[in-house]
């Protein structure tokens, strides 16, 4: 007679439990420091990005800004008519017909304050700008640029009026015997003195690494053609 012995059950010891878990342990904290290493990058390149893109949009509109620039008349400190651009290496002021705020033309200042680039506006289409030393109230003021170091501006052009008709009589050979005429960098803009607008501004400034970045920006040419002909015409 055949005698039923138990079965032998099977299954996990506690042992084996204790060192599966184990392993699953360093598995799921092993994926979640690779995530956190990704994360971490992954964010860092995004910040990146969209500083970097957020930037080159305000570039742009600097840009645009300048390329913007009109050759507005209005009566100087010296009574004289002349072109409004009042600058140094600090800051800048003048019309352009590509403000960032308006949709039409506005007369904008740019200036250095501590790490930033501040940008001002105000809309002269209803309330026109008449004279150089006129008070005006901005209407719209944000930080353009933010954490630049050693920033500044630069110009280059005629010192006068009267250079620049010297270069164009030595052009047509009416004017010999001098070295030629030409027009040089400066760090001041003085509209009294100069009357028209510079042949280019150059922006420079420098980030956390001191990496130096240097922007040139040319506003339209040959303002002198509408300062002559309001003169002519006002004579």
Same mark, same amino acid.
């Not at 084996?16 to 699953?24: G, K």
């Not at 039409?104 to 930033?116: P, R, Y």
């Not at 052009?171 to 070295?179: K, P, S, T, V, Y």
């Given at each position: ?58 570039? !742009? ?7 913007? !620039? ?52 105000? #809309?002269? #289409? ?55 005429? #030409? ?20 922006? !420079? ?29 006002? !004579?």
């Amino acid at each position: 007679m055949k005698m039923n012995l138990p079965r032998k059950q099977s299954g996990f010891t506690l042992i084996e439990l204790m060192i599966a878990s184990s392993l699953l342990m360093l598995v799921m904290y092993a994926g979640y420091f690779a995530y956190s290493l990704y994360s971490n990058s992954w964010q860092k390149q995004s910040d990146a990005f969209w500083k970097t893109t957020d930037q080159g949009i305000k570039l !742009t509109s600097l840009s645009r800004l300048f390329e913007g !620039t009109m050759p507005y008349i209005v009566e100087d400190k010296t009574k004289q008519p002349s072109i409004y651009f009042i600058a140094n290496k600090e800051s800048i002021s003048f019309v352009s017909n590509a403000p960032i705020f308006s949709q039409s033309t506005a007369l904008v200042e740019l200036q250095f304050i501590g790490d930033n680039l501040i940008y001002r506006e105000s #809309t002269i #289409t209803s309330a026109p700008l008449l004279k150089q030393d006129e008070n005006r109230l901005w209407q719209h003021s944000i930080i353009l640029l933010e954490n630049i170091y050693q920033g500044e501006f630069t110009f280059y052009g005629w010192k006068n009026m009267q250079q620049l008709r010297d270069y164009e009589l030595q052009q047509e050979e009416q004017l010999r015997g001098q070295a030629p005429i #030409t027009p040089n960098w400066y760090n001041e803009h003085l509209m009294e003195s100069i009357r028209i607008l510079p042949l280019s501004i150059a922006l !420079t400034f420098s980030d956390k690494t001191l990496q130096k970045t240097s922007l040139t920006f040319i506003p339209p040419q040959h303002s002198q053609h509408t300062l002559f002909r309001y003169i002519r015409e006002d !004579t």
